[in-house]
């Protein structure tokens, strides 16, 4: 399939959609506003925009959910190796402009049983995205929280 001629312009000003892996060990949130943080309490001591809950089922089973929940939605790409039942990394895109981000996710199991959830979106393009990334993360937790009942 042909690449959409905006996406093309902005992988010449930007470099590539895919902003590689985040070290969720290491996260240091941006300095700019065009990024957005969902984790479960616990999972990590950056910043969260996003409070996620602590699932009641396995790491597999929560990112399977994802991968469900994602699987018609276009303007998301997965683009990891896919060696983890664990990790999952998209571009996802704007409808009107093509503006990539790059949305990173990590399930890990709960010291008491179940999963934390971390999972962070960052915008390729500008110094702000108007709340999109942080928009995005709980419109994924909405869904995750919905097929998980």
Do not use: C, I
Request: proline content about 7%.
């Amino acid at each position: 399939m042909m690449a959409h001629p905006l996406e093309a312009l902005w992988s010449r000003l930007a470099g590539p959609a895919d902003q590689g892996p985040v070290d969720f060990a290491h996260l240091t949130r941006r300095t700019v506003p065009n990024d957005s943080l969902a984790a479960s309490p616990g999972a990590t001591t950056a910043k969260v925009d996003v409070t996620l809950p602590v699932y009641a089922d396995g790491p597999d089973t929560v990112m399977r959910r994802l991968d469900a929940m994602l699987a018609d939605d276009a303007s998301a790409e997965r683009v990891d190796d896919r060696t983890s039942s664990t990790y999952r990394r998209y571009v996802v895109r704007t409808r009107r402009l093509r503006f990539p981000d790059t949305v990173d996710v990590k399930a890990t199991p709960a010291p008491d049983g179940g999963t934390l959830l971390l999972a962070y979106s960052r915008s390729l393009l500008g110094k702000g995205d108007f709340g999109s990334n942080r928009k995005r993360l709980a419109r994924w937790a909405g869904g995750l929280a919905r097929m998980a009942r």
